[in-house]
């Protein structure tokens, strides 16, 4: 009896922490852009996804502060459904910004990576800063110092398109870059 009643109390348990959890096992739809709780990105630099706190909301920076420039428009870049790689015409864009940034050493940069609606809150963050990531080190490699950019993911709580189709998901799965000083 004992047994029992120690196997019934870990099985009540195990089913409060994964419906806690917000896992996709318990209400997600198909297609989500999180298939399980076990497709969450690894930390990165021993930060976990969405660890800077609120949307709008920057990383700290040294005490630095940078303000958007009014009037800079900078190209977004786009990504294909549930993917942190940066697609070949998303590429020249971004060539066209490291040009920028490279002749104009005052400007900084802020990435914000964006999802569609799809996929869990906690997933859609880390998915959002992958893409922030990838855009920083797609600039990085073209020359643009590391220390110039700043990276922040909003998951899905920002999109471009209110929709649920995949016309409005395309235009959500994105990376914003902001000029700022």
Same mark, same amino acid.
């Given at each position: 009896?004992?047994?029992?009643?120690?196997?019934?109390?870990?099985?009540?348990?195990?089913?409060?922490?994964?419906?806690?959890?917000?896992?996709?096992?318990?209400? /997600?739809?198909? $297609?989500?852009?999180?298939? +399980?709780? #076990?497709?969450?990105?690894? &930390? !990165?630099? =021993?930060? *976990?996804?969405?660890?800077? /706190?609120?949307? $709008?909301?920057?990383?700290? +920076?040294? #005490?630095?502060?940078?303000? &958007? !420039?009014? =009037?800079? *428009?900078?190209?977004?870049?786009?990504?294909?459904?549930?993917?942190?790689?940066?697609?070949?015409?998303?590429?020249?864009?971004?060539?066209?910004?490291?040009?920028?940034?490279?002749?104009?050493?005052?400007?900084?940069?802020?990435?914000?990576?964006?999802?569609?609606?799809?996929?869990?809150?906690?997933?859609?963050?880390?998915?959002?800063?992958?893409?922030?990531?990838?855009?920083?080190?797609?600039?990085?490699?073209?020359?643009?110092?590391?220390?110039?950019?700043?990276?922040?993911?909003?998951?899905?709580?920002?999109?471009?398109?209110?929709?649920?189709?995949?016309?409005?998901?395309?235009?959500?799965?994105?990376?914003?870059?902001?000029?700022?000083?």
């Amino acid at each position: 009896m004992n047994r029992f009643l120690k196997l019934a109390v870990s099985a009540v348990l195990l089913t409060a922490m994964v419906a806690g959890s917000g896992c996709h096992w318990f209400g /997600g739809s198909e $297609g989500d852009e999180a298939q +399980t709780a #076990g497709n969450l990105p690894p &930390p !990165i630099d =021993g930060l *976990t996804p969405g660890q800077f /706190g609120a949307p $709008g909301g920057l990383p700290p +920076t040294s #005490g630095v502060e940078w303000t &958007p !420039i009014q =009037g800079m *428009t900078l190209p977004t870049v786009y990504f294909a459904y549930d993917q942190s790689t940066i697609g070949t015409t998303e590429q020249a864009k971004l060539e066209q910004v490291a040009n920028i940034l490279l002749q104009k050493k005052d400007v900084n940069l802020i990435i914000e990576g964006n999802c569609d609606e799809r996929g869990s809150i906690e997933y859609n963050r880390g998915l959002g800063e992958r893409r922030a990531l990838a855009v920083k080190a797609y600039l990085t490699k073209l020359g643009v110092a590391d220390a110039r950019m700043r990276t922040i993911s909003f998951g899905s709580e920002r999109p471009a398109v209110q929709g649920h189709d995949e016309a409005a998901w395309a235009k959500n799965r994105r990376a914003d870059l902001i000029g700022a000083k």
